[in-house]
Structures are given as C-alpha cells and as structure tokens.
C-alpha cells in the first residue's frame, strides 16, 4: 500500500493509538480482511484493538485515500499549466487536510470566465500590481498607460480592482481570518417564506419560522429539520458574522496609509469579501455543519439498528404471526419452527366488518392444529386492539403474546427477496411471515430490508446517503458477526453479511447445501465454488453447525485454532468435548504453555471463553409486555399519569416511547434521568420496557411529552 507509513503517523495522531498497532491493521485491511475477522482473531497483531477502533481506522483510511487522489489530480494540472514548481508540490505532498489542499489548488483551479479573468486578458495585471503597491499618487494617471480599445480610464480602474479582489478572495491568509471569524462567532438564522408561512405543511417548521443561535452551538436535529425546511421551500436559511468587522481585519491586510491607490485597493478589498470571499466561506461552514449533523445522525441511526438487530430473539417456535388491521381484517399466518409459511387466513375481529365470534374460532383452530407456541403481533394500526382480542379469545393455556415492530415489513413484503421466497403469496400475506419470524429471531429477518427502511433514527433521508449506507451496512455485518450464523439454516441475505462472503459466495453456500445436504464440518466450506482459502479464513470462525462431529465446528473458535484446542484436551486426557463439557478439566489448562509466534494470550483467552459457552448467543431474553389497559387513546392521557411504555425510537435530542395511545410520546434528554445526560443510549435502548410519567399533551399538535425522571427505570 503507497502512503503507509503516512497514513500510520497520521491516524495514530489522530486517533492516539500505537502505530505499531495502526500499521499492522492497515496491513490486514489491505490483504483484504474483513473488521469482524481481525477484531476478532488477530489480536495479537491489533494489540488487542476493538471492532469500533478498527472501523474508526478503516474509515479514515477511505478518507485519506480520497485526499491522496485529489492530490494526483492537482499536481497534474497545476502541471500542465506550467506553473508547477518544487515549492508548491512539496507543499501540496505534504498537506492531508482537504481544506488547506483546496486552498492552495484554488489560484490554479480551472474557473468559469471571471471578472478577474476578463481584466487579465485585457492586460490589466500590471495595472492592479501598482494599486497593490500603492506607491502612485494618481492612479487614474496610471491608468492612462492601459486605455486601449475602447476601455475608459475608470475601466482600467475597475478591472484592477477586479483582479486584487480575486486575489483577496484566493489568498490563503485571508481564507483562513474569515474562517476563524465564522468559527467564533458565526450565527445560523432561519426566516419562513412569506408565501408558506400559513399552510399545513409549514406548521411542523413552525419552531424555526424566526430562529437564531450560535452555529457552533446548533445542534444536529435542528440543523437537520431546518435543512429539511429549507429543501421542502419553507425556510430560508443564512449564516451570518460581524461583516464590517471581517472587512477592516481584510483592509489591514492589504491597506497602508491613506490616498487614492489605499482606497482603490480598500474597495476591492471589500468587494472580494462581499462578492467571493463570503459566499464561499458561508457555503463551506454550511457544507461542514451538515456533514457534522450527517455524522451525528448517522451514529445515531446505526446504534439505534444495532440495538434493533440484537433484538431479543424467541428462537425456533412454532409462531402465528398477525398482521393487524380495522378495515381490511388481520392477517393471520402459522409458520413452524424453522420459519416456513404452514397456512394464511383473514380474519374479522373488529368493525367496520366485526365477524368476532368467527374469528375467535378460527383463531382457535388454528392455534390448536398448528400447536402455535408464541404469537406476533405487528405494532401498527389496530395492534393494541388485536392483542386484546387475541386475549379474549385464547384464554386457556394460550401461547404467549409479544408485540413485534412492523416497520419496514411492507418494504419487505413488496421486495424481490420477498418474491422470490412466496412467489404465490400476497403482500399481505409477507408482510405477515415477516412479523412472526421478526419474533423467532429479529437479525435473520431483518437483514433482508434496507436499513433506511426500518425506522429507526432521525433525518434518515436528509442525511448523505453514501456514508449512511456505508456505515448501516458496518453495522449489519458487525451484528451478523457477532451473534454468529448457523450455516445449515441462514438464508442467503443473511450469509451475505458473514465476513469475507458477500452476495455471491453466500448464493454458492445455498446451492451447494440444496445440492448435497447440510453441513456435517467447516471443512466442507472449502468445496463450494469459488470459495477459496482467504474467504475460508475471513468466514469460517463465524458460521456455526449444531451437531457436528467436531464440536468447535458450533463454536467462535476459528480452525486455525482447533490444533490448539486439541494440544489442551490431549495434554489433559480427554476428547476436545470433554474439555467443554467439563470445567475441572478446563481449570487444570494453563494457556501460558500454549503460547506460540503465531497464537498469543489474546486469542487464548478467547478461546477458554468459548470453550466455557461454545457458540453462545449473545443476545438477551426476550420479555412479555402489557400496556395500561385504562388508556386506549390521546383522549385518555392526563398529566402526572404513570404508564409502562417501550422505547421505539432514541434521537440524539431524546427517546420516543409508545404507550399504547397510536401516537409515540417524547421524553426529552433532559427528562430521561435524575442527573445531567449527554447522550441518551446511555439511559435507554430500543425496545426496552419502562415506565414514564406524562408531563404535556398538545392534542392540536398531536404531541406528548413523558418523563421518567424518578421513575426507577
């Protein structure tokens, strides 16, 4: 890789990590190894750096390497301009902050047709070089040498001046006096268009309609939602400084003393800023605010989908999955213990239509003759409606009931995925299987749906979607490889996400699985087509077989390490499942003696954990949840209520919490503990059962507000 040893003093500075560490990490991120497989099992190499240590180098490796091409580019150009000199491309070599790299390419930059430019070819330089210099007394008497073809003496004039202000406007000193003046005082300032001001969509804006604050102190929702505004032709939004301030620290830059040539140059000073300078600065503060509130909201997202994919799962039931509705009826389905679709009816139980007593029958038949274990029922419209009937009517030794987030089920349902597993089905009927195998294991099925699609997070749409997809897509395959897959039974979308597989290779594993039957050893791995010995390496740790022969074949234990595992049980007389089986015969291994050049303490270490709980799902158990049955709608609310809720949804402003009433409460930060929070993933996770106090209810703007301050949470 060109650049290492760079880009391993730049990231370890920045992230204050050993460069021994930094260097050999990028190494193996070279060699094409996944962040999984060397948080995982290259520890030694790492020093024992995290998955979100990995991902935080990785990631800004990509952004190094963009700079590094951009600097290609550059020294190309300016190169083919002939205006390359040593003291400029060194310059240029050792810059690696993109801004300070614009800033010394933007004299040379390819531009439309300026004014400046227009003046130049004219031969109006000289011209402005003298006004710089500002040693004439007349410059209109200066000026008189330039005139020529049809150009009057203020001409002159005023193309000079054109050019000194392009040169204001380029200069790296005065670029960067105007960035420190919007970094220390810059204000954001959102104003409603006049002509939207009184419509509907405009009143969820109303908050910004005449806003002001410090940029440094405006949060990344409220840029966001104001930026959101401004895009759907709401708000106008501007940042603004002390203009007169800015021009006279510009003026002493390039003024000396007092005269025509002095206030010649003072104007063009000031036209520079107004006309170039400014909107180019304000635009690169409103550019870098938005990546900020980017970044922010998408750490947010991905640690909300993190939380949402580890998901309690149920494991393999027999589940009826219900997906519930008024209108058109609830949509029933019984799938057995592996997730496949048994039967699919309608049902009635709720008016317009109101079949009850049929559908407590049905309902009925088919818990019996489908031996249901568990119900899921979707969160949507009717859910809470349907759990109560679905109480009612199995009240003898019913299976036990979860409700189950439907969002991002109807993408599903409508998906080719979807399709191609019921191609005779309805949406309705896969939006339905969808829910019931979300209960029986929430990360098999929902890394069949795009991130974007699941609903959780804030601005998901607003924010740059390359680096949202980027980091989504770390997040699923961090989680996938985590938990761990079970190869004879994981789907192709899930095996998509296991390290060093993706779309292709984890199609291969399917069809070879179809063709020859499941898989008896890791082993087998290396006879599906195109998987060779790197992807073997980078996927086998993480994918599991229950009931192998060799039962580190269903542990995290990579095959690299099963000689190791071996030496122990031969060194204590026993089978490798006897050393898992059996914690005395553990206790009596030292893993000092078993430590090589290539295995060290880590990876032992690792491995006597896995041996303890070999291929244990990390995931908690999952719950039963009940709302308060006394509160069925907004209308029922009143302030100081104490209610159960779960957490749907965690902002960086605060987190939402459905409480049965079909309208999500908020509870501030500022109301989510009895101390100061600064980041509520530390309070709460999605899907966690709590109890909240209702403090405010706008029934006008369907809005309330929760608190579980006290609450003992």
Known sequence: MENIKIFTQLISAELHLQEHAVENTLKLLDEGCTIPFISRYRKERTGGLDEVQITSISNRLSQLQEIAKRKDTIVKTITEQQKMTPELEKRINDCWESTVLEDIYLPYKPKRRTRAQVAREQGLEPLATILLMQREQDPKRAAQRFVRDGLTVADCLKGAQDIIAEQVSEDERSRNQVRSAFRREAFIESKVVKAKKDSDEAQKYSDYFDWEEPLKRCSSHRLLAMRRGESEGILRISLTIDDDEAIQRLQRNYVRG????????????????????????????????????????????????????????????????????????????????????????????????????QATMHLQEMVKKYQVEAIAIGNGTASRETKEFVADALTESAPAVYVVSEDGASVYSASKVARDEFPNEDVTVRGAVSIGRRLMDPLAELVKIDPKSIGVGQYQHDVDQTQLKHSLDQTVESCVNMVGVNLNTASQHLLTYVSGLGPTLAQNIVDYRKENGAFTSRAQLKKVPRLGPAAYQQCAGFLRIPDAKNPLDNSAVHPESYAVVEQMAKDCHCTVSDLINKSELREQVDIHHYVTAEVGLPTLTDIMKELEKPGRDPREQIEEFEFDSSVQTVEDLREGMELPGIVTNITNFGAFVDIGVHQDGLVHISQLADRYVSDPTQVVRLHQHVRVRVIGIDLRRNRISLSMKGMGN
């Open 258 to 357: 007092n005269g025509s040539c002095q206030r010649l140059v003072a104007e063009a000073v000031e036209d520079g800023y107004k006309r170039l300078l400014l909107p180019s600065i304000e635009t690169e503060f409103m550019n870098l605010s938005k990546e900020r509130a980017d970044e922010e909201a998408i750490k947010v997202f991905s640690e909300n989908l993190r939380q949402l994919l580890l998901g309690a799962p149920l494991g393999q039931k027999r589940v009826m999955g219900i997906d519930p509705g008024f209108r058109t009826g609830c949509k029933v389905v019984c799938l057995d213990a592996q997730g496949n679709l048994l039967h699919h009816e309608a049902i009635f139980p709720h008016p317009p239509v109101n079949h009850r007593m």
